[in-house]
């Protein structure tokens, strides 16, 4: 695994631990952290989102190679 997917994982990671929190707790971590207002959550939504996009791809790609 490459560092690219190692960091891509661990992103989508961190981000469905939060919409786990959200799901269940009604707490949302990153918007506790950097504030409802900062663009900084939309950022991170966005990361996250792409690092998923990245994940399929990887899944694509190892599924082709078995």
């Not at 631990?17 to 971590?29: A, K, Q, R, S, T």
């Not at 996009?53 to 990887?58: M, R």
Request: aromatic share 6%; charged share 10%; with cysteine.
């Amino acid at each position: 695994m490459s560092t690219l997917q190692k960091i891509c994982l661990s992103v989508t990671i961190i981000g469905a631990i939060n919409w786990g929190l959200i799901g269940l707790l009604d707490f949302n971590l990153v918007e506790a952290i950097f504030g409802a207002e900062s663009i900084i959550p939309r950022i991170i939504y966005s990361l996250v989102g792409l690092t998923g996009l990245v994940n399929i791809g990887i899944l694509v790609m190892d599924l082709g190679e078995h």
